[in-house]
């Protein structure tokens, strides 16, 4: 069986170079041949405010694989990256996300709600991503100040001015950005008082460590001050304990994510949680 999956997919066992070659060769036309099929799925994880209010989702893509079921985006996310995968993939991902924006835009007990979309580095890099972010709100009709680009630190790596132009013009159209996985990137505390962000996220792993030990603690609470002192909201993702949410709340995070509140979730059975959950902010 397990020789099998192989063959259509990645390696479970440490392979040589030519195995390497050949699987990744295998893997890419599989993803885009999934592509083609509509093979992709979009989850949702509902993101609340501190009083347990829903105030919108974070979509997460998934790779609904014929052979191998659900696939998780951490085994195709970096391989749509190096292939520029990653183009088309995201736009779908942002057309679908934006699509659902519209459908809860137009009803008074989801107007309020945002969507969050994560957004690889090669894509925000493309000269035309600003126009493409535009052109998918037009074409769907989103309202921009619900939406949520969630970028990474990685951007920051080459062309800073670049970087923050972008998302300049982003912020000027009324869409938000995120700063995702903040706190395990690269040196970006030079660069974040230039940044146009409206929100930062602190990692999980800093959550996790919060209740267990005094450095992840500490670091929660600098991120949650330098949030304050730099009016940008800041989110907690993986809170998956109680601990974890009042220790969170007590150093002053504005919302978070996390198995706590809700697993992320294919679209019927977020709409189901939705209506068995408190009418969510509007
Ligand atoms: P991320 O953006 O930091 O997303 C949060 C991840 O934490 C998600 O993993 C989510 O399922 C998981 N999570 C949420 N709450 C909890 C919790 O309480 N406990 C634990 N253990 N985990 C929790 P997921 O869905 O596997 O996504 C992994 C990463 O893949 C994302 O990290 C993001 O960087 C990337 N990704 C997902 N969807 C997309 C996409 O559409 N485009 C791009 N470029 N990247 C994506
Ligand atoms: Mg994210
Ligand atoms: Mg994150
Ligand atoms: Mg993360």
Redesign the pocket.
Known sequence: HAKAAGRNMACWFEPDMEQRVAVRAALEADLRHALNQGQFEL?Y?PQCDMQGRMTGV????RWNHPQRGLV???EF?PVTEETGL?VPL?RW?LETACTLLAQWAGAPRTAGLRVA????AQ?FQRPDFVEQVLAVLAATGAPPQRLML?LTESLLLTDVEGTVGKMARLRDAGVGCAL??FGTGYSSLAYLHRLPLAELKID?SFIWDADNERHGGAIVHTIAGLGKAMCLDVMA????TERQRAFIAAAGCHGY????YCR?MPMPQLAEWMSKHQAPLS
């Open positions: 989850y994880q974070e979509a997460l893509v998780p985006p951490v996310i990653i995201g991902v979309v994560n957004v690889s894509q969630e995702d996985d999980r993702e993986g809170v998956e994510q996390g198995y706590l992320p």
